[in-house]
């Protein structure tokens, strides 16, 4: 009984890279599946390997879209095709230039089959590999391996699942397909394990391409806009999650602008760029003729509200910028240090939180960046409150912007 359903999207691929692809699940120790090849608009000469390299083999079965339509209405195709075979209970997808070893189906399998019936995903460690598939070695790899093995509810925070999974169709069957590329795995993996538990596996299953030259990675890495579309499709599926999950904002970020300039763009960058993504950002534009909006506006994120305030001095925007503030925490953008590093917004807010638990908040003004990551507490007002780029409680905030006033 063919149990698992596999689906392999492919569009254009290296023709060495989609063989040795191919091969590595046609020739899996577990045997009784589905394997369904979605060309999605792919050149001829990328559908002549797929048809040299599968023929005869009773398990494939190609589907040839003439229009190519992205990775996750691909996925979709596939998938839509395999709930029609009641014997099928297990849906994985693979990519078209990654290795898959050879217990690669047969232990992400056998991880949902002996787990408690909750369970409804397997995931694996895999090799970050060159296109050589040489194994990188850097520091951001090895952590990754360390950190795999976490709870479903860190996957708001990072997505550690990667990319050797398997998953009960019948859990699939409860939620929409694929959606939100480039990111249509993670907001797969937060809308499916809101349905189901998670298992991980402690073994390297398969050997994932980072620098392949079709690969949606390398485009995300040599594109600023690519690495945009990338960032608000994956914030926007962090948000949708917070909304489904009734978990509010935690963090107001009052922006006020007086233009659209380089500067005040790669301040915003760096913002949007920072790893603590649960807050809303109020950007208040000073400016007579809507400069800042116009520019800014372009650079797309779902937490982001415009305000309009022609001529306003900052300590007015910041003002206007309070009313929208509804969150336990506030912090005023745009000026200072922060943010000296990617991490640093998830400092400030980890320091404020465990003065809280120990219940000496009172103690406190603000928490603030003193660069390279590193963050200092302030015990004692400064003449010009509120200081740009520190973390204040919010009624601590108002309390300051009425006394300074």
Known sequence: MKDVGIVMPVYKQDPAYLELALRSILEQSYNNYYFVIVSDGAPPDTVSVIKDVTKGDERVHLILKEKNEGVAKTLNVGFDYL???????????????????????????????????????????????????????????????????????????????????MYKKEVAATIEGYRLEPVEDYDYWLRLTEQCEITFVPHVLMEYRTNSPQSISAQLRNSKTQHRRWRYAFKLAQQEARNRRGIPFKLTVIYPVQDGSKSTIEKLELLFEQYFSNYKLIIIDRSLNQSAINVLQHIEDPRVKFLESPGASEKEAITIGLTEADTPFTLIYGKGVFPSTSSVLQSLMLCYNQYIEQELEKTIISIMDISGGNVSTRTVLLEEEPAFGQLYQTERLIEIIRYSK
């Open 83 to 165: 709930m029609n075979f009641e014997e099928v209970k297990y849906f994985t997808w693979v990519s078209s230039d990654n290795v898959y070893y050879s217990t690669f189906i047969e232990k992400l399998r056998h991880a949902l089959v002996e787990a408690p019936e909750d369970v409804g995903l397997s995931f694996s460690n895999f090799l970050h590999v060159d296109h050589n598939q040489v194994p990188l070695e850097g520091p951001e790899y090895k952590n990754f391996y360390k950190y795999q093995n976490q709870p479903k509810e860190n996957l708001l925070d990072v997505c550690f699942i990667g990319v050797s999974f």
